[in-house]
């Protein structure tokens, strides 16, 4: 069965940190790259960062030194550690296979809000 779940989004203040968290089926995670993508309003969908199977990470400029991504395959779990979030970083944040396809499944996503 394909899954998605995404957890640990919510309100806070521009400056502070969330955890998100995805766990996955293992049919999703397998031993390929993962990522985080965000969708803010009336913007579309894009690639924050990745994670290959064996650690490699890339981020998006905006989110450099902010954003860390890891994952834990023992548990089909991949992480985002956002700090110094800002009010741009406000958008519903979604995991999912890298790359993804017109067919692709995605999860529910969790809210991410960023007040000043």
């Known amino acids: 069965q394909v899954q998605l779940v995404e957890s640990g989004g919510g309100l806070v203040q521009a400056g502070g940190s969330l955890r998100l968290s995805c766990v996955a089926s293992?049919?999703?995670?397998?031993?390929?790259?993962m990522g985080w993508y965000r969708q803010a309003p009336r913007k579309q969908r894009e690639l924050v960062a990745t994670?290959?199977?064996?650690?490699?990470?890339t981020y998006i400029d905006s989110v450099k030194g902010r954003f860390i991504i890891s994952r834990d395959n023992a548990k089909n779990t991949v992480y985002l550690q956002m700090n110094s979030l800002k009010q741009e970083d406000t958008a519903v944040y979604y995991c999912?296979?890298?790359?993804?396809?017109?067919?692709?499944?995605w999860g529910q996503g969790t809210q991410v809000t960023v007040s000043s």
């Open positions: 999912n296979m890298v790359p993804t396809y017109a067919w692709t499944y």
């Open positions: 293992r049919i999703l995670f397998g031993n390929g790259a």
């Open positions: 994670i290959g199977s064996s650690g490699g990470t």
